[in-house]
């Protein structure tokens, strides 16, 4: 079974960078699109990116565009979001999530196997 373990998460200040990392073992990630996910307390949770399995296709929230770049490695098993100018909306607990559909969204109903989470903390 996919297991999926989230790092890099942290405390930030206004304008920083931090790159997660989302790690699969258990199965090969090259045959799930994956997707990154955040939740703030008393909120629903919001996509935030998508890859899909080849990497050829990716997905981005408009609150996010040009800030965050997602992208895959599937010899190592990981996918990154790495996240520039961060501001203090950007604070929640990111997840990472995969699927087996060829093509991605930013649908959490998609996603079939979830990390636990890491939390991004943006704040001076």
């Known amino acids: 079974q996919l297991q999926l373990v989230e790092s890099g998460g942290g405390l930030v200040q206004p304008g920083g960078s931090l790159r997660l990392s989302c790690a699969a073992s258990g199965l090969a990630l090259d045959y799930y699109s994956i997707g990154w996910f955040r939740q703030v307390p008393g909120k629903e949770r919001e996509g935030v990116s998508c890859?899909?399995?080849?990497?050829?296709?990716?997905d981005y929230a408009d609150s996010v565009k040009g800030r965050f770049t997602i992208s895959r490695n599937n010899a190592e098993n990981t996918v990154y979001l790495q996240m520039n100018s961060l501001k203090p909306e950007d604070t929640a607990v990111y997840s990472c999530a995969a699927t087996r559909q060829w093509s991605c969204g930013l649908n959490s109903r998609a996603y079939d196997y979830w990390g636990q989470g890491t939390q991004v903390t943006v704040s001076s």
């Open positions: 890859i899909s399995r080849s990497g050829g296709s990716t």
